[in-house]
């Protein structure tokens, strides 16, 4: 199904272009968003439903929310940001690494943000950073790059004549590998709304890299140009039945990223998804008592398991918590099961 309704070009986080994710939507107020968090953040540069999501996180902290100097904790990554080369194209990245380091090897958690959203904190930032800290994880938060034939920072439907972003990737868990001691059986990763979508491209591309990945609210092309998944890759999709920039129940078209092509709904989503890796069960629980669900597909192809948490009237916001758990926790728990053979 091919949406038709009102489009207007306006930076968001996935670069979809229908009518809820119109500057009325951005300028509605809503009592669970910071609102001068939000003139804060989208004066920063930031997307303006990666704002909302980051400026929920803060509401109700009042003063509390911001630092020494006025600003807003949420908006803020402390982390360094270091540079490297690929291919002769300076690529940025943040990193976080335990100290002290444990004595065994690391495991990598890759946690791709949404469109805009590289001058702002991935979402829960502090929380995956607690969580690298106790488990003795490197986590690592690439900044992407938009180009002027691109729609979006991170590249997606990736092909053999444009791999730029793969690239990156490749030569970021390199330099890991370099520099640390790393577990390369246990390389993961997550992220939001675009970066969710170009999880999928790790998945389809670096199957040999990545063990699992676990992200929120994005989708994926529903005949990619290439994707292999030479090795099962374990996955987790957490979404909102309400999300209107990521359809929940609508195939739906870029504006005019053509490459892209059209996208998958969710239910179909994790429909493919099981299929690809040969699932044989499935089984349905609830998640909280607000009417989520958890879908779970399992008995697949190289014991990885396809899961699909699904949010009842959950939207585009990044949710902080769900079924009374840290959502990055939740990713965590599930990513940090799977070994790559």
């Not at 690391?106 to 930032?125: K, M, N, T």
């Not at 729609?151 to 730029?164: F, K």
């Not at 993961?188 to 990545?210: A, I, K, N, V």
Request: proline letters at 4%; a negative charge.
């Amino acid at each position: 199904m091919k949406l038709n309704h009102r489009r207007v070009f306006v930076s968001l986080s996935c670069f979809v272009f229908i009518s809820a994710c119109t500057d009325d939507a951005s300028t509605e107020d809503s009592s669970n968003i910071d609102r001068a968090c939000m003139e804060s953040c989208l004066a920063k540069g930031g997307a303006n439903d990666v704002c909302s999501s980051y400026c929920a996180q803060s509401s109700g902290k009042g003063e509390g929310g911001k630092d020494e100097n006025g600003e807003y904790d949420v908006l803020r990554s402390r982390l360094p940001t270091e540079t490297l080369d690929v291919s002769g194209e300076q690529r940025e990245y943040r990193i976080f690494v335990p100290d002290p380091l444990p004595e065994g090897p690391l495991s990598v958690l890759v946690a791709i943000h949404g469109g805009g959203g590289a001058e702002v904190a991935f979402p829960q930032e502090e929380e995956f950073v607690r969580i690298a800290q106790e488990q003795g994880v490197i986590v690592v938060f690439p900044l992407g790059a938009l180009l002027p034939e691109d729609e979006g920072e991170w590249q997606l439907n990736t092909t053999v004549d444009n791999p730029r972003d793969i690239q990156f990737m490749s030569a970021l868990l390199d330099r890991l590998a370099a520099r640390y001691r790393v577990d390369a059986a246990r390389v993961y990763g997550t992220g939001y709304s675009l970066g969710s979508m170009f999880t999928y491209e790790l998945m389809c591309q670096l199957s040999d890299r990545f063990a699992a990945v676990a992200s929120f609210a994005g989708t994926m092309p529903v005949a990619p140009a290439n994707c292999s998944t030479s090795h099962p890759v374990a996955v987790m999709h957490i979404h909102g039945t309400a999300d209107s920039t990521i359809p929940y129940r609508d195939r739906w078209d870029w504006k005019r990223w053509d490459e892209v092509g059209t996208m998958w709904d969710i239910p179909g989503l994790m429909t493919a998804l099981s299929e690809r890796f040969s699932c044989e069960d499935t089984s349905e629980t609830a998640w909280g008592n607000d009417g989520s669900m958890r879908v779970v597909y399992s008995a697949c192809e190289g014991d990885v398991r396809i899961e699909h948490i699904r949010l009842n009237e959950q939207d585009h916001e990044w949710p902080s918590r769900t079924n009374e758990q840290s959502t990055a926790d939740v990713i965590w728990s599930f990513v940090s099961e799977f070994r790559r053979d």
